[in-house]
Each structure stands twice: as structure tokens, then as C-alpha cells.
DNA sequence: TGTTTATATGCAAATAGTTCGCACAGTATT
DNA sequence: AATACTGTGCGAACTATTTGCATATAAACA
């Protein structure tokens, strides 16, 4: 089910020159096993359903992964962030304007768009990852 | 300079149904001035130079004029919001993950992409806007 | 294995961005 | 001009996120 296995993660952890803690353990299999970007809130709520886990430290753990490049943080405008792992494939989204719904879609590439547009640049000479959201009225709310 | 002239702004506030106040039209006008996606602090300050304008109202107008789909509303994980006018052409940027610095990118679509996504959803039939980040360090921060 | 040192955590308090209630002002409609 | 509805200022509230500090734990080392 999860992409990566506990052994796996830990050596991610490790590689990335961070400490391997239960709690830095905990935020990562979550996100190994969710499909669809999280928010810090659910998160937080679904761990301490049966860790005892501070939300300082989520937020921490997030953070640090993040910056590890472990993590793509995502905004679709909620007001809040999301988190989904770094797979090295970017991320697409379809969202809806009206309600939180959101739709990952895979397996169509940008990356030759992204080439395109970082040879435009002034400001930047290589980039590392890039995402796509895609704004409007989901079929429910249509 | 601006790419809309106040008339044509007025016209826009009315043809969305919103009433043409002073306010209003402040920040339009702002936005048709700039070139890049703007905060809200940024145009609270401006706007107050030469205007007293509560932040408040800046706010209430920024998601009236939203909601009407006369601006688009970037995030780039800044935890905060960024405002441009609503083109009609998609909005591509290259965003620094150090520094606030970011580029727009112009002249590159992906709306073909864009349909490609659309046919493969199973949640949305149409969609109305979208955007894209790509991120990395800037040459001033790399 | 025991000791040391840097990093991680919990808790509470602070901060930043944004929204809201309410009284009053302005816009558009008649 | 009278009316009805929308917009504004001000302060307070709210939500998401960050931070200070004391304590706990992980990794490095003796
Ligand atoms: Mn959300
Ligand atoms: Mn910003
Ligand atoms: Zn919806
Ligand atoms: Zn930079």
C-alpha cells in the first residue's frame, strides 16, 4: 500500500542528515500511505489517534522534511498548506473553486514545458521541482 | 501603463455586478498597474499613501473582485496571497524557494496539456483557469 | 556501555494572515 | 428625493503557523 517501506524511510531520513525519531517516522509513513496531498490538520488529527504526538512537532517534522526536499508542500488557495512526498514525479491537480476537493492526475509530463520556460528565464539558471493546478467547478458543484 | 483604462475597469466592475465605489477601483487600477502578482500587505501600503483605505476593504474587494473572476489569486507557499488581474491567459512562474523572488513567464501555454488533464478526470467536466509553479533557488540565492 | 552533545519534543504563548460584527456611509434604483 | 441594498472603518475574533524554554531523546564518542 505505502510507496515506501518503513526501511526505506529511514534511510531517506538518514540521508537526508536528520535523526530518525518515532515522531519524524510517524509524519512520513502517513504520507506514504495517503494519495492525495494532506493538510497539517488531518495529519494531526489521524496521528493522535493512537500516538501522542504536539502539533508544534508535526509542524516541525514538515518543515524539516520539506527543506530535506523529502516533501512538496501544495497551496490550492485554502488558506492552508499541504503536504504529499517528494517522488521526483511532478504534481498535477484539478481543484475545485467551491468545495475542498481535489484530483491528482497522473502520468502526463510538463517537463518539457518546464525546459521551455526556465530557458525564458532571467532569474534562474536550473530549477527542481514544479506543480500544476488546474482551477474549476468539480461535478458536484457544476 | 496599465493595461486597462479606468473606463474599461468600470465597466468590468459593472458587467460582474459589483457596485463602482472609489475603493474598488483603487485596487483594480493597482493591480492593472503591476506587473507581477502582488500581496496584500503591499497593496494595503500603497493604496495608503495616497488613500485612506482600511485593510479590511482591501481584503473584502480582493475576493468580491475574485469571486466575480476579475483576479486570479497565486499562493506560492508564502503563506500568504498574491493578486494579479484575471487575463484570460494562464499565469506560469518561476518561484524561489530562498528568497521572495519570483518571474513570470510569458508566451508559453499549456492549454493542451490542460485539456489532456481535463480528459482524464473523473471528477471535473470543464475547469476555468490554471497555473503553474516551478520552483528552485534563484541565481542570487543558488 | 556510559558519557557527551546536538537535535527533537511538549506545552504554552506569541505571531501573521485573514475574517467578521456592527454602526455608518455611499451607490444604484424607483 | 426616498428607498433598499452594498460597501466601509474600526476593533475584535479567528485560524494557521511559529517560537521560547525546559526536558527528553538520538547519534557520536570515549
Ligand atoms: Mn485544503
Ligand atoms: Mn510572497
Ligand atoms: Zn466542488
Ligand atoms: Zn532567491
Known sequence: MAIYSKDELINMVKGAGLR?????????E???KVKQPVTVYELVEDLRKK???DQATVYRNLSSLHEAGLLRRLDFNHGHAHYELETGHASHQLVCNNCETIEKIEGISIDDTVKKMLKKSKKFKHTTTHSMEIYGLCKTCA
Chains 1, 2 share one sequence.
Open 20 to 28: 530518525v525519531t518515532d515522531h519524524r517516522l510517524l509524519v512520513l
Open 30 to 32: 502517513y504520507l506514504a
Open 51 to 53: 500516538e501522542n504526538i
